[in-house]
């Protein structure tokens, strides 16, 4: 990925993955809370010839610098977002959020509805600001407790069969490779995100279709999770992937590459 090296925007404090075709539109992918620009790499390479698109690195994650806000919700991703994309001159976007990055999607198309073209979720985490404190709270410890008791690398490899499907030895050193990069301050930052907000804030505001894929066999967002969503938002519509867990993208990624291309253009599915 040579061509599709890491970049460092000084406005937004974000570090990014962009290829340098010039286009009226950018996709932009946005990753789970586990997660990293790189695990991307198989949607930058398959489209790095066909759109302009760009991958970022949460705040927090990588180089990223970390949410300001105690317990920061959508908008405020979304707001450090704006900033990378009109430093960057992008005007027009279709969005992919993966999980935590669907909560992110969700609020940004809700609150820049003129820039959003597809809003795309994928394996869509919900968000727990409709549940009660105590698991709120729960929800909010869990992972930065697990991060600090394993370390990156650690956690990528006892997390990895809840991940994928099929946890291939190149798959998983890619995840031990990403989480090696997560910092304990943005795991906790986004874990709050998790815990306090909820997507379905923001759903109902969305004033377009919104596209929802899935892995038939994830069991972190499972699929009875996404029929909820799609039942209480009507404009969501689905998109099972067969043989695919929680990283849908990486498990199958030619089926969901061609999905996506599908959607952004409009295409019948």
Do not use: C
Not at 9 to 21: L, R
Not at 196 to 211: A, E, F, G, T
């Amino acid at each position: 990925m040579a061509h599709l090296d890491k970049q460092y925007d000084s406005a937004s404090e974000i570090e990014f993955i962009q290829n340098h075709k010039q286009s009226d539109e950018t996709i932009v992918f946005l990753h789970g809370i586990s997660s990293g620009a790189d695990s991307w790499i198989k949607q930058l390479d398959y489209f790095a010839d066909k759109a302009s698109v760009l991958a970022w690195s949460a705040p927090g994650y990588g180089q990223s610098a970390p949410m300001q806000e105690q317990i920061p919700t959508a908008l405020d991703y979304s707001r450090r977002l704006l900033t990378l994309l009109e430093s960057s001159g992008i005007k027009r976007v279709s969005l992919v959020g993966h999980s935590l990055g669907a909560l992110i999607v969700s609020g940004f198309a809700a609150e820049y509805p003129q820039m959003v073209n597809k809003v795309i979720l994928a394996n869509a985490a919900q968000g727990y600001g409709e549940f009660d404190q105590a698991k709120q709270d729960e929800v909010a410890q869990k992972r930065p407790k697990l991060l600090k008791e394993l370390g990156g690398t650690e956690m990528a490899r006892q997390r990895s069969h809840a991940l994928l499907f099929d946890a291939s030895d190149d798959k998983v050193k890619l995840l031990e490779q990403i989480m090696e990069q997560i910092s304990a301050e943005g795991f906790e930052k986004s874990s709050q995100l998790l815990a306090r907000d909820s997507m379905h804030h923001y759903l109902d505001q969305i004033d377009k279709p919104v596209d929802l894929i899935y892995g038939a066999e994830d069991g972190i967002t499972p699929p009875r999770i996404m029929f909820e969503i799609a039942d209480r938002h009507k404009n969501v519509s689905l998109h099972p992937i067969e043989s695919a867990s929680h990283l849908s993208y990486l498990d199958q990624p030619e089926r969901f590459n061609q999905l996506l291309l599908s959607i952004i253009k409009g295409n019948g599915l």
